[in-house]
């Protein structure tokens, strides 16, 4: 089992930043990639970032180039966003994937909001 818990979210005015952090506990040995997801109002969950096992990086493209994320030894996972716009409000979640011998296992948070407002 894995647990994984935000923290960070806030109500930040255009332009802002904000660092979201993911703190994940448990048996992260087989660890494959973790993500970070965010849901708008009315809006369906989407993939935002994730970092692999190894490192690598991937964003969606309404975020690339003004948000970053990265892991540290303790496998807590952040996201660092900068040049924050009212359309980046969302509840914003933490995905950790565990692969397993069979399909791969997905972890959830439980989310943080962050909301973009002057």
């Known amino acids: 089992q894995v647990q994984l818990v935000e923290s960070g979210g806030g109500t930040v005015q255009p332009g802002g930043s904000l660092r979201l952090s993911c703190a994940a506990s448990?048996?992260?040995?087989?660890?494959?990639?973790m993500g970070w997801f965010r849901q708008a109002p009315g809006k369906q969950r989407e993939s935002i970032a994730s970092?692999?096992?190894?490192?690598?990086t991937a964003y969606a493209d309404s975020v690339k180039g003004r948000f970053t994320v990265s892991r540290d030894n303790a496998n807590t996972l952040y996201l660092q966003m900068n040049s924050l716009k009212p359309e980046d409000t969302a509840l914003y979640y933490c995905?950790?994937?565990?692969?397993?011998?069979?399909?791969?296992?997905?972890?959830w948070g439980k989310g943080t909001l962050v909301t973009v407002s002057s």
């Open positions: 970092i692999m096992s190894g490192g690598s």
């Open positions: 448990g048996n992260m040995s087989s660890l494959n990639a």
């Open positions: 995905n950790a994937e565990i692969l397993t011998l069979h399909n791969p296992v997905h972890y």
